[in-house]
């Protein structure tokens, strides 16, 4: 079932069509909400998942195919700041040679020994040095904690980007993960700016980024699959994880079964 439309803080309701009426909503303009709902249903796969579906809470996307739900725009504005970094970036494609690189390019793979087809946008492959590049934006408070490790989401994400560019025979031996937070660019595994005290800056190396077997990934892929698709409501996500729920949809259904908050 689709997203329909917005909820806020308080609660109130509307759909996109009583929304694009409304000069603001959510303490957003309209023109904004408008950009983060186009970025909601570019990637909605109704007959299948997207990368990001694969990620995180089976529950959430589970639900997102069975029920009409409604999305606070504050938890979903991230997806309006990235896009705006994507648009940016899209322009350095004119610094590549013909026929160099792969960029915002959606590829779809079966995953084997199910039916169901995941899909995923592609930042930019650079074919001459066989090169995955995926952009992120993020919040200044966590950059010193991609010194220590990076998101393990994030890790898998571009390892499954790279698992679909099989599908035009690419192979991915390097992962670049860049990221933008407000005030500076990090990327991974490299010496990047992490504080910058006048007089006095502080400079770390990013964790690399694996690039993970592809037996592997489809493993992972098979398990996400089965817990997703499955004929009954997957159990909620572990405690480790429950600090995502707050920005889910569905996070009331959960709550009423006695999931912590």
Same mark, same amino acid.
């Given at each position: ?11 109130? =309701? ?7 009426? #409304? ?5 957003? @303009?309209?023109?904004?909400?408008? !950009? ?8 909605? !796969? ?12 089976? %529950? =959430?996307?589970?639900?997102?195919? =069975? ?18 970094? /994507? ?9 590549? &040679? @013909? ?28 074919? @001459?040095?066989?090169? #995955? $590049? ?7 408070? %966590?950059?010193?904690? #991609?010194?220590?490790?990076?998101? $393990? ?12 560019? &099989? ?25 990047? #700016?992490?504080?910058? &005290? ?15 077997? /592809?037996? %592997? ?5 098979? /398990? ?5 698709? =499955? ?9 480790? &994880? ?6 889910? @949809? ?12």
């Amino acid at each position: 079932m689709p997203l329909i439309g917005f909820i806020n803080d308080h609660g109130v =309701r509307v759909t996109f069509e009583e929304c694009w009426k #409304l000069p603001r909503f959510a303490g957003l @303009p309209t023109e904004v909400l408008y !950009r983060i709902y186009l970025n909601s249903i570019s990637d909605a !796969r109704p007959d299948g998942l997207s990368v990001t579906e694969c990620l995180g809470c089976a %529950r =959430r996307p589970y639900l997102a195919k =069975r029920e009409p739900y409604y999305e606070n725009p504050r938890f979903i504005y991230a997806r309006f700041r990235g896009s705006m970094v /994507h648009s940016i970036l899209e322009d350095t494609n004119k610094m590549y &040679k @013909p026929d160099t690189i792969i960029s915002e390019k959606r590829y779809f793979l079966k995953v084997p020994g199910t039916e169901t087809t995941i899909s995923g946008k592609i930042d930019k492959y650079i074919i @001459p040095s066989q090169t #995955l $590049e995926d952009y992120k934006t993020i919040d200044d408070d %966590r950059i010193k904690k #991609l010194v220590v490790e990076l998101p $393990e989401d994030y890790i898998w994400q571009s390892n499954i980007y790279g698992w679909l560019l &099989k599908a035009a025979n690419h192979i991915v031996k390097n992962i670049k993960i860049h990221f933008f937070s407000f005030k500076y660019g990090y990327t991974s595994g490299e010496e990047c #700016l992490i504080v910058a &005290k006048w007089g006095s800056p502080e400079w770390a190396k990013i964790k690399p980024c694996p690039v993970y077997d /592809h037996t %592997r990934i489809e493993d992972f892929l098979k /398990h996400r699959v089965r817990d997703i698709m =499955r004929s009954e409501i997957p159990p909620p996500v572990g405690p480790d &994880k429950r600090w995502i729920c707050p920005s889910c @949809p569905f996070k009331e259904k959960c709550w009423k079964e006695g999931v912590p908050k």
